[in-house]
């Protein structure tokens, strides 16, 4: 047993908890919950043990690690819902296809460190997607949203590697664009927004945030009229997809330049969520980082940002919809050359990027009911 290094409890669900780490040099670790265990081999680890009763509480141990603030020693499951679950589906962001170059701030200050694969490597949004794909495609999912910064610089040739690799997907993978698609061009997957998929149990209404030319955010009235008119003619719960995240409408501070999406249309989004009690749930990513927020102007109901694919901590979302409410699953694309990358740009922005990225676990793992 080699000496562990940034073991993290990632993910934890109903039944189930994953914790990550690395070791020097390839090594056999052994992770404990309770009665249940877990050995993993090599450089980089992803323990994930299953089989654990939801909402309880037990010992957690991985050999070589001694307890953190990001590895407790005891960890307690998700709260059960009521009932089975009646669909899965999940979401990624910020894939970037294309990109060469991580850790710029996309200013003209620089923090550093920048990262970049190898010289004759392969670039890292294929290694990174490549894991995710691999991943989302075992998850017998019903519907897969891709929800924005499909490439990095907006390019037709960009946007027609991203369609290759997720369409292996098939039918159940739908996408939309984010302010990274809408740099050199207005066309990219912008023709086919706002959307509604149907799974067993929800409706996932999707939405285009992307004001071209600009990284910030917006939504059009034609679309919040659409999600107000949806959503009253719903008979099932209905999760709202963006790649922007909202605005507060609490905050004493009213930018013009807001990075996610403009004070205005925030407030007009969460007054529908506000009126309409089927919406349960707003979901976006652009802002590389796990978080959520609930706001009073929109009945308290999750307001989800996602951690990016492309780095660390190589993120996707998972969720479980009951009749009685949903399970967010945060997840870590776990493949060996996915988590070396990872390990490394974690030391992004002056070391400050993991803290900022990761979000503390009850922002990526929750339970909400309906």
């Known amino acids: 047993m080699g000496t562990v290094h940034d073991a993290e409890l990632y993910s934890v669900g109903t039944d189930e908890i994953v914790a990550t780490f690395r070791t020097e040099g390839e090594c056999s670790v052994t992770t404990v919950v309770g009665e249940a265990e877990v050995?993993?081999?090599?450089?980089?680890?992803?323990?994930?043990?299953?089989?654990?009763?939801?909402?309880?509480?037990y010992p957690l141990k991985v050999d070589g690690a001694d307890p953190s603030e990001l590895l407790p020693d005891r960890v307690t499951t998700l709260a059960p819902l009521p009932g089975r679950i009646l669909a899965k589906f999940a979401t990624v962001n910020d894939v970037h296809?294309?990109?060469?170059?991580?850790?710029?701030?996309?200013?003209?200050?620089?923090?550093?460190?920048?990262?970049?694969?190898?010289?004759?490597?392969?670039p890292y949004p294929v290694v990174m997607n490549r894991g995710a794909i691999a991943e989302l495609a075992a998850l017998d999912a019903s519907a897969i949203l891709v929800k924005g910064d499909l490439t990095n610089a907006g390019t037709v040739e960009q946007y027609e590697e991203f369609l290759a690799a997720y369409s292996a997907l098939g039918p159940t993978?739908?996408?939309?664009?984010g302010n990274h698609d809408a740099?050199?061009?207005?066309?990219?997957?912008?023709?086919?927004?706002?959307?509604?998929?149907?799974?067993?149990?929800?409706?996932?209404?999707?939405l285009d945030t992307v004001r071209p030319g600009t990284d910030r955010g917006r939504l059009s009235a034609a679309q919040i009229e659409w999600l107000d008119t949806l959503a009253a003619e719903s008979s099932d719960p209905v999760l709202v997809f963006g790649h922007h995240h909202p605005w507060n409408p609490a905050s004493d501070d009213r930018p013009d330049t807001y990075f996610g999406i403009n004070p205005d249309d925030s407030e007009s989004l969460c007054a529908v969520i506000d009126r309409r009690e089927a919406i349960a749930g707003y979901f976006a990513g652009h802002t590389h980082r796990n978080r959520v927020r609930r706001f009073a102007a929109a009945r308290s109901v999750p307001m989800v940002e996602i951690a990016c694919v492309k780095?660390?901590?190589?993120?996707?979302?998972?969720?479980?919809?009951?009749?009685?409410?949903?399970?967010?699953?945060?997840?870590?694309?776990?493949?060996?050359?996915?988590?070396?990358?990872?390990?490394?740009?974690?030391?992004?922005?002056?070391?400050?990027?993991?803290?900022y990225a990761l979000g503390s676990l009850d922002e990526r793992c929750f339970v909400h009911s309906f």
Not at 39 to 57: K, Q
């Open 173 to 177: 993978m739908h996408h939309v664009r």
């Open 97 to 122: 296809f294309g990109e060469r170059v991580c850790g710029r701030l996309g200013t003209g200050e620089q923090m550093g460190p920048l990262f970049e694969s190898a010289q004759g490597a392969e």
């Open 39 to 57: 050995t993993t081999s090599g450089t980089y680890h992803s323990a994930r043990i299953t089989g654990l009763e939801p909402g309880v509480t």
């Open 311 to 355: 780095d660390y901590p190589g993120a996707w979302a998972e969720y479980h919809v009951y009749d009685s409410g949903y399970v967010q699953i945060a997840r870590r694309i776990s493949a060996h050359d996915a988590m070396a990358w990872t390990e490394q740009t974690r030391h992004m922005f002056q070391g400050m990027y993991r803290d």
């Open 183 to 206: 740099m050199v061009t207005e066309q990219i997957a912008s023709a086919h927004a706002p959307f509604a998929v149907g799974i067993p149990g929800a409706l996932l209404a999707v």
